[in-house]
Nanobody, 124 residues
Framework: QVQLVESGGGLLQAGDSLTLSCVAS?????????MGWFRQAPGKEREFVAA????????SYADSVKGRFTISRDHARDTVFLQMTNLKPEDTAVYYC????????????????WGQGTQVTVSS
């Protein structure tokens, strides 16, 4: 059974930096495994933020976070990180870690396993 546990959220000011962590268990790590971050702001749909392919070490980002957020993985600890810099009030959301139910499928569009989320609030 896949379990994803996020941590690291908090209350920050615009311009601050923060790193979120996602500890994964029950995930079969292979060249097909992709893990990612999504976020959901109040009254809005959940949206893609960033993803990393664990086999190819390739990454992808939403345009809104490119150049400010970095997704990475600690292989030894089965942990995925989201480093966020120059945070803006519009980054305020609950951030979720996710991985496709079917390894190798598109993380943006396919059914996913989700973590419980961690709140990030950025004040101006």
């Amino acid at each position: 059974q896949v379990q994803l546990v996020e941590s690291g959220g908090g209350l920050l000011q615009a311009g601050d930096s923060l790193t979120l962590s996602c500890v994964a268990s029950g995930v079969t790590f292979s060249v097909y495994t992709t893990m990612g971050w999504f976020r959901q702001a109040p009254g809005k749909e959940r949206e893609f933020v960033a993803a990393i392919n664990l086999g190819l070490h390739s990454t992808s980002y939403a345009d809104s976070v490119k150049g400010r957020f970095t997704i990475s993985r600690d292989h030894a600890r089965d942990t995925v990180f989201l480093q966020m810099t120059n945070l803006k009030p519009e980054d305020t959301a609950v951030y979720y870690c996710a991985t496709p139910v079917v390894p190798g499928s598109d993380i943006r569009t396919s059914p996913k396993d989700w973590g419980q989320g961690t709140q990030v609030t950025v004040s101006s």
